[in-house]
């Protein structure tokens, strides 16, 4: 799927089963509780904690809805996430062409 096709199909989802956006500020605390949803799956699968009872393993969706408020706010906002998304590449390439790959923390072996 491409991006813009991704932004309409949440445009018709949002207004044949959501009835309309929720305000820009609404989903930007979505968002952040998304992030979070995210950060307690990353910590019990990638850090020190376990799960709890209940609790799912679920990395894929998390990621999903964040994206998915994402492009909500994109479509709010009349950005043109494919448009963005390679203004981003390109800044991050001019600035970062050389950096990462002579940064000796990246570079080095790592061990755990």
């Known amino acids: 799927m491409e991006i813009k096709e991704l932004q309409q199909r949440v445009d018709d989802w949002i207004h044949r089963y959501g009835v309309r ?4 500020l609404t989903n930007l605390a979505i968002l952040t509780e998304e992030v ?15 799960f709890k009872a209940g609790e799912k393993d679920n990395l894929d969706e998390e990621l ?9 706010l994109a479509n709010q906002t ?13 800044k991050k390439t001019a600035r ?3 950096r ?8 080095a ?3 755990g």
């Open 21 to 24: 956006y929720f305000s820009e």
């Open 36 to 50: 979070g949803e995210l950060a307690r799956v990353m910590a019990r699968r990638y850090g020190d904690q376990s």
């Open 64 to 72: 999903a809805d964040i994206l998915w408020v994402v492009v909500c």
């Open 78 to 90: 009349g950005t043109d996430l494919t448009a963005a998304l390679e203004a981003s590449f390109a």
């Open 96 to 98: 970062d062409k050389d």
């Open 100 to 107: 990462h790959r002579s940064n000796p923390k990246l570079t």
């Open 109 to 111: 072996n790592k061990n």
